[in-house]
């Protein structure tokens, strides 16, 4: 087998097809939690933090220096613990989310496997020798003995 024909049995299997599928609107989710977490649960957390806006949360390493004369002007150095913040809310949203998604899944998965009825029994065991008989025997083939109905 040619690797393109290995290649097109791999892609065209349906776990890879619904993985892709899976990325795709796990990339929408995505941007929709991070405009949850920026645009709605963001303001009201500042709000109780008394107008603190987490994106501004910044700790300084080092301090910017303007050019002058012979020295070169040099960038500020933080950390964004803001933008940090603001990433552990989405991922805990996301992290929740997911879980309760599973949770429901596995839900309707065992209601599922709990429905499906079992299969009528087709042989019952001989009252005497306890081997299994057809359903409708009137006598044993294994003992002989004659069966009550």
């Known amino acids: 087998m040619g690797l ?3 290649f097109k049995k791999f892609a065209l299997k349906g776990n890879m097809i619904d993985m892709a599928v ?3 609107i796990g990339g929408a989710f995505s941007s929709v939690i991070s405009s949850l977490v920026k645009d709605v ?3 009201p957390l500042g709000l109780l933090t008394e107008q603190v806006d987490f994106e501004s949360w910044t700790i300084t390493l080092r301090q910017e220096v303007e050019a002058n004369g012979d020295t070169e002007a040099v960038a500020p150095v933080t950390l964004d613990i803001g933008s ?3 990433a552990l809310i989405s991922f805990l949203i996301v992290a929740m989310a997911i879980f309760i998604v599973i949770k429901i899944m596995n839900r309707v998965r065992e209601q599922f496997e709990a429905d499906e009825t079992t299969p009528t029994p087709t042989t019952k065991k001989c009252d005497y020798c306890k081997l299994e008989i057809p ?3 009137t006598r044993c083939g ?3 003995s ?3 109905a």
């Open 4 to 6: 393109l024909q290995e």
């Open 22 to 24: 899976g990325i795709v």
């Open 41 to 43: 649960i963001t303001p």
């Open 84 to 86: 940090f913040v603001n």
């Open 135 to 137: 359903l409708a025997a």
């Open 142 to 144: 294994h003992c002989t």
């Open 146 to 148: 004659e069966l009550t």
